[in-house]
């Protein structure tokens, strides 16, 4: 409101797709204008990371991969903007003042440096859905606890978190979960098996980063967003529905006790949910396509099927187990996909991956702490492992 008053932002992952697509809406809204940008960081992509901070004035630009130090600092030489690398400096990103942080890093990497944003205050646009799958209600509990807000960022939850009445919150029945289906909608499991890769990455409707586009496939990315809207919205696991929508139009709904279901729906492009996430409860004007629903002429919807998408199936069982079987899923499927795009193992390993370390770490008490959280995503992350060299012995 106040003219003249830039708003400090800072994004988490910024290289990526969630992280471009914010700076675009940044530009959109007024940019060097009406933002200031404290913190940028990325990773192996140094030259658009450095080519990002110079175009927003970046005070700080920050690679979390600790080897390409050096070439940041000759790719930012004589600019003036702060650089810094690691872990370290991630959480140095994320110390940084800034009253809006969009944590987009992809991973478990992401949880440490948006802890500490929202620990220190920040308002929080999650888009790193695995935050919440790991650390669950801790970290809802540590965004509270810094009194900052926690604004989603993924399309589905942007969708429920808008068509969510505040007053209403007693009302709600349920929470409708669209899925596109992803590219192997109408696959069989033994068609799916044998895919790479390089077939898994193209979906259908939305353009984005490598992991969430081979867990649109596999529908892994809807068994996090289970569990992500588990805690997000305070609804228990039986209120949690997803249905197959192959147009991506319709982005979720909530359904109420009269039997009215409100949704959201729009174009599949992010920046619609990100603007909403940087302006919130403002809706800021976006150039993004706008819905023509001559043209769309139908939506369709079908069942999950949890027979050839068994991710759907464990995210059940996590919510229903607790604990730290988020984490544990998390992680396993985490290390399970790193495997598959390195060739090592076959599409429907990684369900199989994740479910085996699930069971073996059963039994590991809820966690009390953070460290808890992050002791679990180790543990799992060794499991698989194990499980996947096991795989590979045998194949
Ligand atoms: P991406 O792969 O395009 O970008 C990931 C970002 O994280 C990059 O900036 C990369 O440099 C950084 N990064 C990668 N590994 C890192 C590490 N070890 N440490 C620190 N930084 C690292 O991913 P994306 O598609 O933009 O997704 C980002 C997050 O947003 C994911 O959690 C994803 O599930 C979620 N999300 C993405 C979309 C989308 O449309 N792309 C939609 C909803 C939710
Ligand atoms: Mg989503």
């Not at 068994?223 to 997000?232: K, T, Y």
């Not at 604990?323 to 390195?342: C, D, R, S, V, Y």
């Not at 085996?356 to 770490?361: E, I, S």
């Amino acid at each position: 409101s106040g003219a003249g008053k830039k708003r400090r932002i800072t994004i988490l992952g910024s290289t990526g797709s969630i992280g471009s697509n914010t700076l675009d809406v940044v530009t959109q809204l007024g940019g060097r204008e009406a933002f200031e940008v404290a913190a940028l960081t990325g990773s192996g992509n140094i030259a658009l990371l450095a080519e990002q901070a110079k175009v927003s004035g970046a005070e700080l630009a920050v690679t979390a991969d600790e080897g390409r130090y050096h070439d940041l600092k000759s790719a930012l030489a004589g600019t003036g903007i702060e650089i810094a690398a690691g872990r370290s400096g991630l959480i140095e990103a994320a110390e940084r003042e800034a009253a809006w942080v969009m944590a987009a890093i992809v991973g478990t990497a992401g949880l440490a440096p948006t802890l500490t944003a929202a620990r220190r205050g920040a308002d929080i646009a999650l888009a790193n859905k695995e935050c919440l799958v790991s650390a669950g209600d801790l970290f809802v509990s540590a965004v509270h606890a810094g009194g900052g807000r926690l604004i989603p960022v993924d399309s589905e939850h942007s969708a429920i978190f808008q068509s969510l009445e505040d007053d209403q919150r007693h009302a709600v029945e349920r929470i409708v979960l669209t899925a596109s289906g992803g590219p192997f909608r109408t696959w069989t499991r033994e068609r799916m098996a044998g895919v790479t890769a390089e077939i898994a990455r193209a979906h259908p409707n939305w353009s984005m980063g490598l992991k969430i586009s081979i867990g649109s496939a596999s529908m892994f990315n809807k068994a996090l967003e289970m569990i992500e809207a588990q805690h997000l919205f305070d609804v228990r696991p039986d209120q949690i529905e997803v249905v197959v929508h192959p147009q991506s139009i319709i982005h979720s709904m909530v359904g109420y006790r009269d039997g009215s279901v409100i949704a959201q729906l729009g174009c599949p492009d992010m920046r619609t949910a990100i603007g909403y996430a940087l302006t919130y409860p403002d809706r800021p004007k976006l150039n993004v396509d706008r819905l023509d629903f001559a043209k769309l002429a139908r939506l369709d919807f079908e069942a999950p099927d949890e027979e050839r998408f068994p991710a759907l199936r464990l995210a059940r069982a996590a919510m229903q187990r607790g604990g730290l079987q988020g984490a544990i899923m998390n992680a396993a499927e985490e290390t399970a996909f790193h495997a598959f795009i390195a060739g090592r193992i076959g599409f429907l390993d990684m369900a199989d991956i994740a479910e085996a370390v699930m069971d073996r770490l059963v039994s590991v008490p809820a966690a009390a702490g953070m460290d808890d959280v992050f002791a679990a995503d180790e543990a799992a992350r060794a499991e698989a492992g194990d499980v996947i060299a096991a795989k590979e012995k045998a194949a």
